[in-house]
């Protein structure tokens, strides 16, 4: 497993999230930069870390697709426990897509820590792309042992809002929308939000989550 990378606070931290990528982009992508930063700027400290597969890539290696979303459910396990020794106060769990849905997933197991308080994410893929017709992926949203907090794009492929109003989520699970926002957050040119607002809202949001915990 790759270093953390870390965006920290001007002051203590409120609280820690732990962070994974999502299946295609790694933990420095052009979105978990913005993001990553905006949550350190309300006050959230920010652990990115990488799967094997994904770091792979960076000395050469395929560019294989992920392993199945539950085999890698041990690597972010072993990251939370690296970050646990070397950080004080609450910690959440929390990914980008794919990211997001393992850390649901490690959410629902039996043996976490009582400083992990909820888990954050960040475009959830409820079902493959574009295809609402397929399975949803709802059994690691059902199963989390904490509070789940689903920012989403309007938009997003993985689930839109439109799909979603037709859902019953439990009650752990809240979702914030992105206005007009893709499975990036990113709005349409003709739409008057913007991807940094976007992000900064999203932000905003897991920072008001994390301190209601």
Known sequence: MSNLIWNRTDTSPEATLLMAHGAGAPMDSAFMEKLAGALAAE??????????????????????PPPRADKL?????????????????????????MGGRVAAMLGGGGS????????????????????????????PLDEAKRPVLILQGDRDPFGSKAELDAVA??????????ED?????GPRGKSPATLDGNIRAAAAATATFALSR
């Open 43 to 64: 006050g959230i400290a920010v652990a990115r870390f990488e799967f094997a597969y994904m770091a792979g890539r960076r000395t050469g290696g395929s560019k294989k």
């Open 112 to 139: 976490l820590p009582a400083r992990v308080k909820g888990i954050c994410c960040f475009g959830y893929p409820f079902h493959p792309t574009g295809k609402p017709d397929a399975d949803w992926r709802l059994a």
């Open 73 to 97: 459910i041990g690597e972010f396990q072993t990251a939370l426990q690296s970050l646990l020794s070397g950080t004080e106060g609450p910690l959440f769990l929390g990914g980008k897509s």
């Open 181 to 185: 926002g893709n499975h990036d957050f």
């Open 169 to 178: 989520l439990p009650k752990h699970v809240s979702l914030t929308y992105l």
